[in-house]
């Protein structure tokens, strides 16, 4: 019995794997749909095509997190692709979704789910992050569940909405599983308060939701389950969403009902349901939304709810219309029976397939929502579009349709500044020819101009060689002469230094006379073997560097008086420029998000 489990387990996650290892490069270094930087040959991000830009686009940064891809992290673009941040390495070792911006503790912060992904669902924990990139806070599964699943992490006021999937043992000899215990995915909300960490309220679908609501049967589709283990328990509801209004009641999208449900927020009783086998809502002819996803309040009084959600439209075997939409729909209470009315559609471009799986709709100006352009993430299909009012797409872009997913993307505005320092590289063909510096500052938004600066000792003063504007992610700059050392100094568009890259100062690559053979002005040509030996003999030879100076950060008294210091966020900030920086940009940001939203 034991190891009969052990086996299924055993086969069902080296499938997986091997449907994951099609997709993955495995040189990321001759991959054209990856991202490569010289001063950061650490990170491999998804390169973002952009397809279409028109007038009218509004402002921000694009935020995703392709997995599936060489590396799986967050990732922010601006929107002609350019890179502002890949966080591989620093987002934690696994899937990361649902990146976005939030608001913990009165300011912004970014928000993102990070775990383990097995199909259609994950095991990981919430991540809150400051504008300096840093985590600082956590939120995890409570009451003795385990962990958190993927599929939301959403913060209401100083509330954490979030999704759980556990495995229960269920009689299933209903559904033929007669030879033992039957399983199935209970889908589970909690409601944890931010401020003091305690569990406001938790809903399970196994409590209030019969099986015979689901569309799904075990097996039937990719993320079903047999019901046969707690491996593979049949996921008869599949939550993807949770909301909350005003008066405390819940709002939740199901896939696998095809439903959109209202909670009671006391008593977990529902309300209504919208959608599905047992609609409490009359849903005229041609209005059909299947396995949706993404469903917020954009309004809501006793007679209406507006209601924004993503309509997948099918779950890769049943569809119920041509194309994937966005939607916002109007509940009418008063109506006897109750409506359901389509106010707006977004729908997928014509020559898009349908997304056969996650996806999301942001109405970019909530509080105007009929005017406003909306951005939708394609979910199964890496795209994403952004639409003007009318439905009509004003920008189209994806990363690689090669396999990676993207469950939700975003658009937002909020500037950033890393406590990490900038990256530099240099490079010299040799020591009597120019010095080239290629600089970048994963994750900044404020940088104008890159400051270049070289000596020729540990103990010279640094010279001033040149200023030249950034040039996306990464900068290059040919600095004349050799420059035993180099630094950079990122400089924001009103010309003050915002950050220094390490001030012990980069020696450049020089290649030996032998190897220089194999390398030009601009670099050295990529090792694909090994080449003849040299004869020459091995030299264990080291590239001794200066000693690193204590950072002094000029002129931030102005600054910290102004934002009187104590912000969350000043407790991750080690240097003094941090602190600045992030307090002044909590600011700003709250002014930039203040117009856009
Ligand atoms: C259970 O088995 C019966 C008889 O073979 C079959 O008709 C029915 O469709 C099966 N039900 C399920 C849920 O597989
Ligand atoms: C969270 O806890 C604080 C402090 O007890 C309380 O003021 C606040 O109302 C709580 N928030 C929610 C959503 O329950
Ligand atoms: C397909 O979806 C329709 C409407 O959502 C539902 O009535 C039907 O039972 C579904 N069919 C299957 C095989 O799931
Ligand atoms: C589950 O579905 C897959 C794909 O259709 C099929 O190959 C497999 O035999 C099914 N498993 C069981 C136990 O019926
Ligand atoms: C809804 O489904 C019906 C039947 O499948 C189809 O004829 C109709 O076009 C669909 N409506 C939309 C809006 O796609
Ligand atoms: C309820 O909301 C709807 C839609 O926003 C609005 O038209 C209506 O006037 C509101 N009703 C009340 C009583 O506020
Ligand atoms: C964008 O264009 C590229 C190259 O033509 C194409 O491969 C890709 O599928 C397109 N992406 C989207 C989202 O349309
Ligand atoms: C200059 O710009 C930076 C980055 O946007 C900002 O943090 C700083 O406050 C500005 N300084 C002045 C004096 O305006
Ligand atoms: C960067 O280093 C230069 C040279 O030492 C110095 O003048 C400048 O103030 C530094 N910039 C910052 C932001 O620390
Ligand atoms: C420097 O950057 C420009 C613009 O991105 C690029 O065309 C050029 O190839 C780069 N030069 C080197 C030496 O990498
Ligand atoms: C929230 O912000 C307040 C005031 O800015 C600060 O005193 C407090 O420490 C912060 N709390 C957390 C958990 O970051
Ligand atoms: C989440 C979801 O239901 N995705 C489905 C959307 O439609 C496509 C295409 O049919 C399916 O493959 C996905 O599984």
Redesign the pocket.
């Given at each position: 019995m034991l190891s009969s489990i052990i086996v299924k387990a055993g086969l069902w996650l080296s499938l997986t794997i091997a449907v994951a290892a099609q997709t993955i490069s495995e040189d990321p270094t001759t991959d054209e749909n990856l991202l490569q930087f010289k001063s950061r040959p650490d990170i491999f991000p998804p390169r973002l095509f952009v397809n279409t830009t028109q007038d009218g686009v509004a402002p921000g940064y694009i935020f995703m997190a392709p997995y599936q891809a060489y590396q799986t992290s967050a990732a922010i673009y601006e929107q002609n692709g350019d890179l502002i941040w890949y966080g591989w390495g620093v987002t934690g070792g696994s899937n990361v979704h649902d990146f976005k911006v939030c608001q913990y503790n009165g300011t912004d912060h970014l928000c993102f789910f990070q775990g383990f992904q097995y199909r259609g669902y994950a095991r990981g924990q919430a991540i809150i992050m400051d504008t300096s990139l840093q985590t600082v806070k956590t939120v995890t599964a409570l009451n003795s569940r385990g962990s958190l699943d993927q599929h939301e992490f959403h913060i209401v006021g100083d509330s954490a909405l979030t999704t759980l999937y556990r495995p229960e043992r269920y009689d299933l000899s209903a559904f033929n599983i007669t030879n033992g215990e039957g399983w199935i995915q209970d889908s589970i909300f909690q409601d944890v308060n931010m401020t003091t960490g305690e569990l406001n309220f938790e809903w399970s679908a196994m409590e209030h939701v019969a099986l015979s609501e689901g569309y799904v049967s075990p097996n039937q589709s990719e993320v079903a389950g047999t019901g046969f283990n707690a491996a593979s328990p049949w996921d008869y509801f599949h939550m993807n969403s949770v909301d909350k209004n005003g008066d405390g009641d819940y709002l939740i999208s199901a896939r696998h009902v095809s439903t959109l449900y209202k909670i009671n927020g006391q008593t977990g009783d529902i309300i209504w349901r919208c959608g599905g086998k047992l609609s409490d809502f009359e849903i005229p002819?041609?209005?059909?939304w299947s396995y949706q996803h993404d469903a917020r309040w954009l309004s809501q009084n006793a007679s209406t709810d507006i209601i924004s959600f993503f309509d997948n439209?099918s779950n890769g075997f049943n569809q119920?219309?041509?194309h994937s939409a966005g939607y916002i729909i109007k509940l009418n209470h008063d109506a006897t029976p109750p409506t359901v009315e389509l106010l707006h559609s977004y729908p997928a471009p014509e020559d898009q397939a349908i997304s056969a799986s996650q996806g999301n709709l942001q109405i970019l100006n909530k509080d105007d929502w009929a005017n406003s352009n909306t951005f939708v993430g394609w979910g199964s299909q890496p795209a994403i579009t952004e639409h003007a009012p009318d439905g009509s797409i004003l920008y189209r872009a994806g990363v690689a349709f090669n396999g990676q997913m993207n469950y939700r993307a975003y658009k937002f505005d909020l500037p950033l500044t890393p406590k990490e320092n900038p990256a530099l590289y240099t490079y010299a063909l040799s020591t009597n020819d120019d010095t080239t510096y290629y600089m970048s500052w994963n994750g900044a938004t404020e940088v104008a101009t890159w400051r270049i600066y070289g000596r020729g000792a540990c103990d010279s003063d640094w010279a001033l060689l040149n200023e030249v504007p950034k040039d996306g992610f990464e900068t290059n700059f040919t600095a004349q002469g050799y420059q035993e050392f180099g630094m950079v100094e990122a400089v924001a568009g009103n010309g003050t230094g915002l950050r220094n890259s390490t001030n012990r100062g980069i020696k450049p690559f020089v290649p030996s006379a032998s190897l220089s053979q194999s390398c030009n002005g601009d670099g050295c040509q990529i090792v694909t073997q090994y080449g003849l030996s040299t004869g020459q003999e091995v030299v264990a030879e080291t590239r001794p560097g200066c000693a690193a100076l204590p950072i002094t950060i000029a002129n931030t008294a102005q600054d910290q008086t102004s934002n009187g210091g104590g912000s969350g966020e000043n407790k991750a900030a080690v240097l003094g420029s941090s602190v600045m920086s992030m307090a002044s940009i909590s600011v700003l940001a709250t002014l930039v998000i203040g117009l856009m939203l």
């Amino acid at each position: 019995m034991l190891s009969s489990i052990i086996v299924k387990a055993g086969l069902w996650l080296s499938l997986t794997i091997a449907v994951a290892a099609q997709t993955i490069s495995e040189d990321p270094t001759t991959d054209e749909n990856l991202l490569q930087f010289k001063s950061r040959p650490d990170i491999f991000p998804p390169r973002l095509f952009v397809n279409t830009t028109q007038d009218g686009v509004a402002p921000g940064y694009i935020f995703m997190a392709p997995y599936q891809a060489y590396q799986t992290s967050a990732a922010i673009y601006e929107q002609n692709g350019d890179l502002i941040w890949y966080g591989w390495g620093v987002t934690g070792g696994s899937n990361v979704h649902d990146f976005k911006v939030c608001q913990y503790n009165g300011t912004d912060h970014l928000c993102f789910f990070q775990g383990f992904q097995y199909r259609g669902y994950a095991r990981g924990q919430a991540i809150i992050m400051d504008t300096s990139l840093q985590t600082v806070k956590t939120v995890t599964a409570l009451n003795s569940r385990g962990s958190l699943d993927q599929h939301e992490f959403h913060i209401v006021g100083d509330s954490a909405l979030t999704t759980l999937y556990r495995p229960e043992r269920y009689d299933l000899s209903a559904f033929n599983i007669t030879n033992g215990e039957g399983w199935i995915q209970d889908s589970i909300f909690q409601d944890v308060n931010m401020t003091t960490g305690e569990l406001n309220f938790e809903w399970s679908a196994m409590e209030h939701v019969a099986l015979s609501e689901g569309y799904v049967s075990p097996n039937q589709s990719e993320v079903a389950g047999t019901g046969f283990n707690a491996a593979s328990p049949w996921d008869y509801f599949h939550m993807n969403s949770v909301d909350k209004n005003g008066d405390g009641d819940y709002l939740i999208s199901a896939r696998h009902v095809s439903t959109l449900y209202k909670i009671n927020g006391q008593t977990g009783d529902i309300i209504w349901r919208c959608g599905g086998k047992l609609s409490d809502f009359e849903i005229p002819n041609g209005l059909n939304w299947s396995y949706q996803h993404d469903a917020r309040w954009l309004s809501q009084n006793a007679s209406t709810d507006i209601i924004s959600f993503f309509d997948n439209a099918s779950n890769g075997f049943n569809q119920s219309a041509d194309h994937s939409a966005g939607y916002i729909i109007k509940l009418n209470h008063d109506a006897t029976p109750p409506t359901v009315e389509l106010l707006h559609s977004y729908p997928a471009p014509e020559d898009q397939a349908i997304s056969a799986s996650q996806g999301n709709l942001q109405i970019l100006n909530k509080d105007d929502w009929a005017n406003s352009n909306t951005f939708v993430g394609w979910g199964s299909q890496p795209a994403i579009t952004e639409h003007a009012p009318d439905g009509s797409i004003l920008y189209r872009a994806g990363v690689a349709f090669n396999g990676q997913m993207n469950y939700r993307a975003y658009k937002f505005d909020l500037p950033l500044t890393p406590k990490e320092n900038p990256a530099l590289y240099t490079y010299a063909l040799s020591t009597n020819d120019d010095t080239t510096y290629y600089m970048s500052w994963n994750g900044a938004t404020e940088v104008a101009t890159w400051r270049i600066y070289g000596r020729g000792a540990c103990d010279s003063d640094w010279a001033l060689l040149n200023e030249v504007p950034k040039d996306g992610f990464e900068t290059n700059f040919t600095a004349q002469g050799y420059q035993e050392f180099g630094m950079v100094e990122a400089v924001a568009g009103n010309g003050t230094g915002l950050r220094n890259s390490t001030n012990r100062g980069i020696k450049p690559f020089v290649p030996s006379a032998s190897l220089s053979q194999s390398c030009n002005g601009d670099g050295c040509q990529i090792v694909t073997q090994y080449g003849l030996s040299t004869g020459q003999e091995v030299v264990a030879e080291t590239r001794p560097g200066c000693a690193a100076l204590p950072i002094t950060i000029a002129n931030t008294a102005q600054d910290q008086t102004s934002n009187g210091g104590g912000s969350g966020e000043n407790k991750a900030a080690v240097l003094g420029s941090s602190v600045m920086s992030m307090a002044s940009i909590s600011v700003l940001a709250t002014l930039v998000i203040g117009l856009m939203l």
